[in-house]
């Protein structure tokens, strides 16, 4: 899932949701300020967020709803990059010149800022990806575009002429690439070259699609220059990627255990040894299979557990169905959660569904698009689902669509949407804070996502009558659950085992499929998504805090627990790292795992 989060070229932390900061000008105009901060904490946030978030980051700007940005780019060069480093080692001593705020939510939002720093050094001075992925410009600049056309906030002349103002910047920013990649991972130019033909059909054909009421005759004539030179600089970088780059890409992906271990930290909190924590990925990876197993046999003892999965993966929508087929689960969640208390939902307001957009589809099954917290027009949500595409060989399609088995769909529904990320995104409009509106942890919000899947059907969705129609279809919709958590176990495993050099690509694909029980095509898509985002055992992991905090809350409470009371109070903390939900819900620092 990415959800909401902007190809924004340096923010290696998570920018989810809603991708908000707020300047000092916007706390002025009468957004909330801090919770419980001191009066030098709180300026210190809004000029961190004003001078550095989103001065380099004017994409997450746009997202935010803050579209005084709408016409700025970010600035690719080597000397962008020495700029974000400075400004952030300034704020980095500046906040730890600031004492630590007393008050529980200020001091969880302090953690929150001074990590969030950590994280990007860490992103720009280690991992470095604006030297190593020719993704990084190609896509990044494509997201800068998409950002002004997904949402009517403003007029097509509006929004085309702060699109021309971004337009007249990308040549540059792919130049940039020309200066600043060094020895790219060979698996990153070719995850850049397999996404460029997307690209540049997309600024060929969507891009003026979405700008054909523009009524602005000059304005047009304008813009079909900006975007020609455009599209000129893709097909240029895509050449200049085949012929020279890709000859010459034979550096490592890998960050090493010593960098994964500090992203880890940084990002999500959590400080548990990679050791101990393969064992916990292999433990529940086991503890999964073994269910799988007794479940597959209960379904039909005469064949194996692969060819009970086989006939799972065959149970699919038929081609040019899968959109609808996801739609029809919508209805059935929203009342389930509703009947059973399962969370409050703060909005009736659902999002629209939609194919994927290019520049994500190589590396994105399904993912979650939500407005920021600021955009006060065009609110509107996208849940994108990536559908087989059109130049799909037969066998291609046929195995494409098998990562739709129903089982996957009723899972990447309550994933994505209800009681998933997007309850969580309307929950956020409400968090405590503006840091808590802005930042957060992947162990939170993915974690949350991928939780619910599994305590969706332990509620007893997916039961004959309530989302299956037999006793049958209920056994394949929970094997496709525990399929989807086996998925998430091999990518925690795998990401560490590949960062740390002990697993190659070829090994992980068969991983995913042998011990994740993946189809190839899933394995493959999979593996290179793991190679640019090493932590993303995030999902595992975090689902694996929430439901020790629910054991822990539960306990607390005795007879004044519910489960949509632990949902609720999860939920309106917005999504830090659970170390942070812990100390608000249990009043402890006690183990998360």
């Known amino acids: 899932m990415i959800f909401g989060k902007p190809a924004v070229w340096f923010l290696g932390a ?53 579209h005084e940005y709408d016409t700025q780019l970010e600035d690719f060069s080597r000397a962008g990059v020495d700029a974000v480093i400075r400004a952030l080692h300034a704020y980095a001593d500046r906040f730890a010149k600031i004492a630590r705020p007393t008050d529980l939510t200020a001091a969880g939002d302090y953690d929150l800022v001074v990590a969030n720093i950590q994280a990007q050094l860490l992103e720009l001075e280690k ?93 047009k004539v304008e813009f079909a220059t900006t975007n020609a030179a455009v599209i000129a600089a893709l097909q240029q970088y895509e050449a200049w990627l085949k012929k020279d780059v890709l000859k010459r890409s034979h550096g490592k992906f890998e960050i090493g255990a010593e960098t994964f271990q500090k992203k880890l930290l940084y990002d999500e909190m959590v400080d548990t040894p990679i050791s101990e924590l393969l064992d916990i990925g292999y433990q529940d990876l086991h503890k999964n299979q073994t269910a799988f197993v007794k479940l597959a046999g209960e379904i039909d003892p005469k064949r194996s557990p692969k060819q009970v999965l086989a006939e799972l993966v065959a149970m699919h929508p038929a081609d040019g169905q899968v959109l609808a087929t996801f739609q029809s689960t919508f209805n059935g969640l929203v009342e389930f959660i509703n009947a059973k208390k399962i969370v409050t939902i703060p909005s009736n307001v659902r999002p629209t569904l939609q194919d994927t957009p290019p520049f994500m589809r190589a590396i994105t099954f399904a993912s979650m698009d939500t407005p920021g917290a600021y955009e006060k027009v065009a609110t509107e949500a996208y849940f994108n689902v990536t559908v087989p595409e059109p130049g799909m060989t037969p066998k291609q399609r046929e195995e494409a669509l098998e990562g739709f088995n129903f089982g996957t769909i009723v899972s990447t529904s309550v994933h994505e949407a209800w009681p998933g990320h997007y309850v969580q995104f309307l929950w956020v409009q409400t968090a405590p804070s503006k840091v808590r509106k802005l930042l957060g942890a992947n162990t939170n919000a993915e974690g949350w996502a991928h939780y619910c899947e599994q305590m969706m059907l332990d509620e007893g969705y997916g039961q004959p009558g309530v989302g299956a129609k037999d006793a049958r279809e209920a056994q394949f919709i929970r094997l496709g659950q525990l399929q989807d958590a086996l998925l998430r176990d091999a990518r925690f495993i795998v990401g560490i085992q590949m960062h740390t050099g002990k697993m190659t690509m070829a090994q992980a694909e068969e991983f995913f499929v042998t011990e994740g029980y993946q189809v190839k095509s899933v394995g493959v898509t999979e593996t290179k998504r793991g190679t640019s985002d090493p932590t993303y055992l995030y999902y595992t992991l975090g689902k694996l805090q929430i439901l020790k905090l629910r054991a822990d809350f539960k306990t607390k409470l005795g007879d004044e627990y519910s489960l949509e009371k632990f949902h609720n109070e999860f939920l309106q903390q917005g999504f830090p790292p659970i170390k942070i939900v812990r100390r608000a819900m249990l009043g402890n620092d006690s183990p998360t795992l």
């Not at 001191?38 to 709803?65: I, M, Q, R, W």
């Not at 097509?156 to 020309?178: T, V």
């Not at 540049?200 to 969507?206: A, E, G, L, N, S």
Request: hydrophobic content about 40%; charged content about 20%.
């Open 127 to 219: 991992v470095r990806a604006w030297e190593k992925n020719p993704d990084t410009y190609s896509s990044g600049i494509t997201s800068s575009a998409y950002t002004l056309m997904e949402r009517k906030f403003a007029s097509p002349d509006d929004r085309l002429r702060s699109l021309i103002a971004r337009e007249k910047q990308m040549p540059a920013a792919l130049q940039a690439a020309h200066v600043n990649l060094m020895n790219p991972p060979r698996i990153y130019t070719e995850i850049a070259l397999e996404q460029l033909p997307d690209l540049i059909k997309f600024f060929q054909d969507d891009v003026p699609a979405a700008f054909k009421d523009a009524q602005d005759a000059n304005l």
């Open 14 to 66: 998570v920018l989810m949701m809603t991708g908000v900061t707020v300047t000092t000008m916007e706390a002025q105009q009468g957004v909330p300020g801090e919770v419980g901060g001191s009066e030098e904490f709180n300026h210190a946030v809004d000029e961190y967020f004003a001078n550095v978030y989103f001065k380099y980051a004017p994409t997450a700007g746009t997202l935010a709803g803050l």
